[in-house]
């Protein structure tokens, strides 16, 4: 083996270590532009419908009564 082989399997191993270490991040870009993408669409469908009711832009209330504190005389 020559100095110039030995350079060249060098580089290979290199490029290896360089694609295992790059490889999941790219997979998860991937995966995020494909999440970001389904959000898109998802917020795309909900303004284009309108809503069932007049009603159901208004949150829903409800009255909460206080507890009596311990010992209080009711």
């Known amino acids: ?3 110039t082989d030995a350079l ?3 580089h290979w ?3 290896a270590l360089f694609a295992l270490v790059l490889l999941p991040a790219l997979f998860g870009l991937a ?3 494909r999440i970001d993408r389904e ?3 998802a917020e795309r469908e909900r303004r284009a419908e309108p809503p ?3 009603g159901a832009a208004q949150p829903v209330t409800a009255t ?3 507890y009596p ?3 209080a005389r009711v």
């Open 52 to 54: 069932e009711t007049a």
């Open 69 to 71: 504190r311990v010992g």
């Open 1 to 3: 083996m020559t100095c």
């Open 8 to 10: 060249t399997h060098r």
């Open 31 to 33: 995966r995020e532009r």
């Open 39 to 41: 959000l898109r669409a």
């Open 13 to 15: 191993a290199i490029a």
């Open 64 to 66: 909460r009564r206080p």
